[in-house]
């Protein structure tokens, strides 16, 4: 079972058991928790305390490089998927495993970060960032003129109105 499936209070009295020094097994029968969930749960209280066994609050986002180095980790025979998502704090272990199959798919550029969602379209009638600078260099330009201009009739000694 999932870890949001347990309640707060479930997951600090199976703490409380395995700092009182409880054995696997004993964590098992006593909680009703597969053997790999009882592992996987002291590795992550060893590493983060009771929260870190609770289910992140928002998704985390990792940086190609970061993925990078944790594919090559895997491909260079240095960890397991489990051994690597506890070292490098990645939450999941099938994570890793899709990053290393994209990998393998299609290299590097296969785990480019995307941005997630709709993209947002731009409102009709407002100009953009192009527009908006070649209607200001368009401005400055005619304001150079006209300086020059005002500066050419003073020097001729006209008036400026």
């Not at 899709?98 to 480019?112: C, M, Q, S």
């Not at 500066?151 to 006209?158: K, Q, W």
Request: glycine share 8%.
């Amino acid at each position: 079972m999932l870890s949001k499936d347990y309640s707060a209070e479930f997951k600090q009295r199976f703490a409380d058991r395995y700092a009182d020094g409880a054995t696997i097994t004993m964590l098992q029968h006593e909680f009703g928790l597969t053997k790999s969930t009882v592992k996987l749960w002291r590795e992550r209280i060893d590493q983060g305390g009771v929260g870190a066994i609770d289910r992140p609050k928002k998704n985390n986002r990792y940086p190609q490089e970061f993925k990078l180095r944790v594919v090559e980790a895997y491909l260079r025979g240095e960890g397991d998927y489990r051994a690597l998502a506890l070292e490098h704090g990645v939450r999941n272990s099938a994570q890793i495993r899709d990053w290393v199959r994209r990998y393998r798919e299609g290299g590097e550029d296969a785990l480019v970060v995307h941005p997630s969602g709709r993209r947002r379209k731009e409102p009709a009638g407002e100009e953009t960032l192009e527009q908006r600078c070649a209607r200001l260099e368009m401005e400055v330009e005619i304001l150079k003129r006209m300086s020059a201009s005002a500066t050419a009739l003073s020097a001729a000694g006209g008036s400026t109105r």
